[in-house]
């Protein structure tokens, strides 16, 4: 069973770099074609896609983040990474990690609450 867990500050100041890790276990996140996303779920429930990394590597974003969103991973660890700059009160959310595997079978983390504020 893979599962995913989320870690990061839950409160960051506006202007500031939102970093989030995702851990994955019971699975490799290079695994072939399996693949790697950072979502966020709004206060008023509303979800967004943010990015995608590949067991690959390759990488592609929600252009609506005006390549705000930067997405790596470190092998070494089976943890993929978000980073997040100049953020808002507007990129206050839940955060969730999600993977989807070559079999079509989707794994998400419990999410995590990232808070923008000075």
């Known amino acids: 069973q893979v599962q995913l867990q989320e870690s990061g500050p839950g409160l960051v100041k506006p202007s500031q770099t939102l970093s989030l890790t995702c851990t994955v276990s019971?699975?490799?996140?290079?695994?072939?074609?399996?693949?790697w996303n950072w979502i966020r779920q709004f206060p008023g429930k509303r979800l967004e896609w943010l990015g995608v990394?590949?067991?690959?590597?390759?990488?592609n974003y929600n252009p609506s983040l005006a390549s705000r969103a930067s997405i790596s991973r470190d092998t070494s660890k089976n943890q993929f990474s978000l980073q997040l700059i100049s953020v808002t009160p507007d990129d206050t959310a839940v955060y969730y990690c999600?993977?989807?595997?070559?079999?079509?079978?989707?794994?998400w983390g419990q999410g995590t609450q990232v808070t923008v504020s000075s």
């Open positions: 999600a993977g989807e595997t070559s079999a079509g079978s989707e794994y």
């Open positions: 990394i590949g067991y690959d590597g390759n990488t």
């Open positions: 019971g699975g490799s996140i290079t695994a072939n074609y399996h693949v």
